[in-house]
């Protein structure tokens, strides 16, 4: 028999909150042309690393700082913790200038809108006409970003945790010698 008032079915808040949801994957990505996110401001929560770009897989692989010199294809970029509207946090790689200095339009437009990100929600997408990104920001306060509670040192540890190449024997470089 159901109960007299249609409030006594009603699932209360606190039994309604009784997780807590974790972000168990964490990537490493440009955001996508239809995505507003936001960059955190802070110094502490962005690193600059060498990266190696499987681009056939689509992965980017950390590399010990000790092997940099001995793999061509190893390059270095900033990672800049990134958040968008849905909470989901991903660390964005940005190219950073070669031994002569530069960089290319691409990725200094890229570094540009990260700090203009660090204030306000934008979205990105790249305009082959202008040879570089360009930068649209939220036409309304979409609030803060979410940061979740990992530390800076657990997110890098997460979003490398399968890749990260510490040996010359590493799978992913036997691949580019063509031994596997």
Same mark, same amino acid.
């Given at each position: 028999?159901?109960? %007299?008032? !249609?409030?006594?079915? =009603?699932?209360?808040?606190?039994? =309604?909150?009784?997780?807590? +949801?974790?972000?168990?994957?964490?990537?490493?990505?440009?955001?996508?042309?239809?995505?507003?996110? @936001?960059?955190?401001? /802070?110094?502490?929560?962005?690193?600059?690393?060498?990266?190696?770009?499987? +681009?056939?897989?689509?992965?980017?692989?950390?590399?010990?700082?000790?092997?940099?010199? /001995? !793999?061509?294809?190893? !390059?270095?970029?900033? %990672?800049?913790?990134?958040?968008? =509207? $849905?909470?989901?946090?991903?660390?964005?790689?940005?190219?950073?200038?070669? !031994?002569?200095?530069? %960089?290319?339009?691409?990725?200094?437009?890229?570094?540009?809108?990260? $700090? %203009?990100?660090?204030?306000?929600? #934008? @979205? #990105?997408? &790249?305009?082959? &006409?202008?040879?570089?990104?360009?930068?649209?920001?939220?036409?309304?306060?979409?609030?803060?970003?979410?940061?979740?509670?990992?530390?800076?040192?657990?997110?890098?540890?997460?979003?490398?945790?399968?890749?990260?190449?510490?040996?010359?024997?590493?799978? #992913?470089?036997?691949?580019?010698?063509?031994?596997?």
């Amino acid at each position: 028999m159901l109960p %007299l008032s !249609i409030d006594d079915l =009603r699932i209360k808040p606190q039994v =309604r909150c009784c997780t807590a +949801k974790v972000q168990a994957d964490i990537t490493v990505r440009k955001p996508n042309k239809q995505e507003f996110f @936001r960059a955190h401001s /802070e110094e502490t929560h962005l690193i600059e690393v060498n990266l190696l770009c499987d +681009k056939a897989e689509g992965e980017f692989y950390l590399t010990a700082p000790s092997l940099a010199a /001995e !793999i061509s294809d190893a !390059i270095p970029y900033r %990672l800049v913790l990134c958040s968008n =509207r $849905e909470g989901k946090i991903f660390l964005h790689p940005l190219k950073l200038a070669g !031994i002569d200095g530069r %960089l290319d339009h691409w990725s200094e437009s890229s570094h540009n809108i990260v $700090e %203009l990100a660090k204030e306000k929600w #934008v @979205r #990105v997408e &790249s305009s082959r &006409s202008a040879g570089c990104y360009e930068a649209y920001v939220a036409r309304s306060d979409l609030g803060e970003p979410q940061w979740g509670t990992k530390t800076f040192d657990e997110i890098i540890r997460v979003a490398f945790s399968k890749r990260y190449i510490d040996s010359l024997d590493h799978p #992913v470089l036997k691949k580019l010698r063509g031994e596997i």
